[in-house]
């Protein structure tokens, strides 16, 4: 899953690009809303954290323009005790919305639920054949045994599991799973896809000859 936070607070943008790192996202930044924007229209993100207070165009702005071409589902950080900004948020496109100073593990809990509405699957948990994905715990079980997966690994079997009827192409899992800040050594999709398969089984991930991938039964 790839996420764009855009916050103009250079600390709290680090720190949530961090936070949300070791949570197993990608995660690209913007410093401003142009740049925001930018990236927005550029990539396709599984969702984006925007903040409201923007030098140059605002979190509003950025929403509105934006939901002119995609949908991508945004969580907009607001003001604390501001029902106008939250209204505003909301009546712009927003998909949730969240007040400064935010509580880390709400606003995780709020990011995975975006995601998961976004790709139809309110669930939190889903089953595939002998292995079971549990979105919030970041956890997979084969025959009810935890089995230990990378955050990358996890990314990875998460995304397929989330859009089950779907086969992504590679250059796709690409852009979902790897940030602009990757370095070569941890894009190894193939890499990662083998990992996976030894350890949930080898028909959990399939390959669609000349498509890509999709989720498979473990
Ligand atoms: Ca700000």
């Known amino acids: 899953?790839?996420?764009?936070?855009?916050?103009?607070e250079p600390d709290l943008l680090s720190s949530l690009a961090s936070v949300l790192r070791e949570e197993?996202?990608?995660?690209?930044?913007?410093?401003?809303?142009?740049?925001?924007?930018?990236?927005?229209?550029w990539t396709d993100y599984d969702a984006i954290v925007l903040d409201v207070m923007l030098p140059g165009i605002n979190g509003f702005q950025v929403i509105e323009r934006l939901r002119v071409r995609k949908k991508t589902p945004v969580l907009l950080l607001t003001a604390r005790d501001q029902s106008s900004d939250r209204v505003r948020g909301l009546d712009s496109g927003a998909d949730d919305y969240?007040?400064?100073?935010?509580?880390?593990?709400?606003?995780l809990a709020r990011i995975r639920?975006?995601?998961r509405r976004s790709a139809?699957?309110?669930?939190?948990?889903?089953?595939?054949?002998?292995?079971?994905?549990?979105?919030?715990?970041?956890r997979a079980t084969l025959d009810g045994r935890e089995i230990a997966l990378t955050a990358r690994e996890?990314?990875?079997?998460g995304m397929l599991a989330q859009h089950r009827d779907r086969v992504f192409t590679r250059a796709q899992l690409?852009?979902?799973?790897?940030d602009e800040s990757d370095d070569s050594?941890?894009?190894?999709?193939?890499?990662?896809?083998?990992?996976?398969?030894?350890?949930?089984?080898?028909?959990?991930?399939?390959?669609r000859r000349g498509l890509g991938y999709g989720i498979g039964c473990g």
């Open 98 to 107: 969240l007040p400064k100073p935010y509580d880390l593990p709400e606003l």
């Open 120 to 138: 139809g699957h309110p669930s939190a948990t889903a089953q595939f054949g002998r292995v079971t994905i549990d979105f919030n715990a970041h």
């Open 185 to 207: 050594s941890s894009n190894l999709l193939d890499v990662h896809v083998s990992n996976i398969r030894k350890k949930l089984g080898k028909n959990i991930i399939v390959t």
């Open 24 to 41: 197993g996202y990608a995660v690209d930044e913007a410093e401003d809303g142009e740049m925001g924007l930018q990236k927005a229209l």
């Open 174 to 178: 690409y852009e979902h799973l790897f």
């Open 1 to 8: 899953m790839r996420l764009l936070v855009v916050e103009d």
């Open 154 to 157: 996890f990314a990875l079997v």
């Open 113 to 115: 639920a975006l995601i």
